[in-house]
């Protein structure tokens, strides 16, 4: 059982930069393969970018992987999303997801095991 408690949303200009952090606690946190996905209002969930345990392996949606950075630290257990040149249709609540298979990236949200609660980030003109 993982536990995924996401951080750092919010309000931020058009251009401007965030970096959302997700803490995994559990004795094997670190083993876990993690996510993120976003759904803006009235939208699917969409997936965004995924790591493997090692960090080794990154997978991202194709339109975000030129302004969005996923990576880890296994020592804090947590998962970060740093991203930058934010636009007016970033805006979403971004969820933190964890899966059993450490090498697992996939970009189904179906697949994942463990979800967080969710952050707001909100990109404004």
């Known amino acids: 059982q993982v536990q995924l408690v996401e951080s750092g949303g919010g309000l931020v200009q058009a251009g401007g930069s965030l970096r959302l952090s997700c803490a995994a606690s559990?004795?094997?946190?670190?083993?876990?393969?993690m996510g993120w996905f976003r759904q803006a209002p009235g939208k699917e969930r969409d997936f965004v970018a995924a790591?493997?345990?090692?960090?080794?392996?990154?997978n991202y949606a194709d339109s975000l992987k030129d302004r969005f950075t996923i990576s880890r630290d296994n020592r804090k257990n947590t998962v970060y999303l740093q991203m930058n040149s934010l636009k007016l249709e970033d805006t979403a609540v971004y969820y933190c997801?964890?899966?059993?298979?450490?090498?697992?990236?996939?970009?189904?949200?179906?697949?994942?095991?463990?979800w967080g609660q969710g952050t707001q980030v909100t990109v404004s003109s």
């Open positions: 790591i493997s345990w090692s960090g080794r392996i990154t």
């Open positions: 997801a964890a899966h059993g298979s450490g090498s697992m990236t996939s970009s189904n949200s179906g697949a994942w095991d463990y």
């Open positions: 559990g004795r094997t946190a670190s083993n876990y393969a």
